[in-house]
């Protein structure tokens, strides 16, 4: 039982590159959050997903790009990185969505030099 | 809009109680919940409380009034691997919207 799958762990970018961070759960949660944390300021909601096709912003959206075109699958992408998207980001699922049980992956360590 | 504030660390002997408070603002409210986080790692779910009162999970327990905007996360016994990040974190406007507080660090020392 995998739960929330994130790849890659670690990546380092140039200023200016794109990318995409992957995230895959199945567990058939219907709920998927992305937050990026930065040191002391705890986790901060960048986009989220109430089902496949829906999608929404959240605390921190510029910069990011998402779409969820099936349950499992909620890839994010950077269109053009900056040194201030530097951060540890975690995607996280839920069934309900009310705040409970949240599942998160692992992360990932994003640098932009 | 919607902001959690709670204390930036807190220090605990082994076997202590420790309570970590949280206060909330916010435009609608779904309920308060509580999340761990070691050095390192993911978060991990600890605690929800959807209504007024007290939820209780083993050395966990977590507290809720919604007339005060306020609740807390007591953990009893501690033990050194209780030495960690925890996170109040509440719904803002709509399910899914999660909003964390910028978390509490526990320090448990022998």
């Known amino acids: 039982n995998a739960g929330v799958t994130q790849t890659p762990k670690f990546q380092v970018l140039k200023t200016g590159q794109s990318m995409t961070l992957q995230c895959a759960q199945d567990m058939n949660h219907e709920y998927m959050s992305w937050y990026r944390q930065d040191p002391g300021m705890g986790l901060r909601l960048i986009h989220y997903s109430v089902g496949a096709g829906i999608t929404d912003q959240g605390e921190v959206p510029n910069g990011y790009n998402v779409s969820r075109s099936t349950t499992e699958d909620f890839p994010l992408r950077l269109l053009s990185a900056a040194p201030s998207q530097t951060s540890v980001y975690f995607c996280a699922s839920s069934r309900t969505g009310q705040g409970e049980g949240y599942t998160f992956g692992s992360g990932t360590r994003l640098t932009v030099v | 809009g919607q902001s959690l504030e709670q204390p930036s660390e807190v220090t605990a002997v082994e076997g202590a109680i420790v309570q970590i408070n949280c206060t909330y603002q916010?435009?609608?409210?779904?309920?308060l919940s509580w999340y761990q986080q070691h050095d390192g790692g993911a978060p991990t779910f600890l605690s929800y409380?959807?209504?007024?009162g007290l939820e209780e999970t083993g050395r966990f327990s977590s507290f809720l009034s919604r007339s005060d905007s306020y609740g807390y996360l007591l953990l009893q016994e501690l033990q050194m691997k209780d030495s960690a990040s925890y996170f109040c974190?509440?719904?803002?406007?709509?399910?899914?919207?999660?909003?964390f507080g910028a978390g509490t660090r526990l320090a448990v020392h022998p």
């Open positions: 916010t435009s609608g409210f779904y309920g």
């Open positions: 409380n959807a209504l007024d």
């Open positions: 974190a509440g719904l803002s406007g709509g399910y899914n919207k999660l909003i």
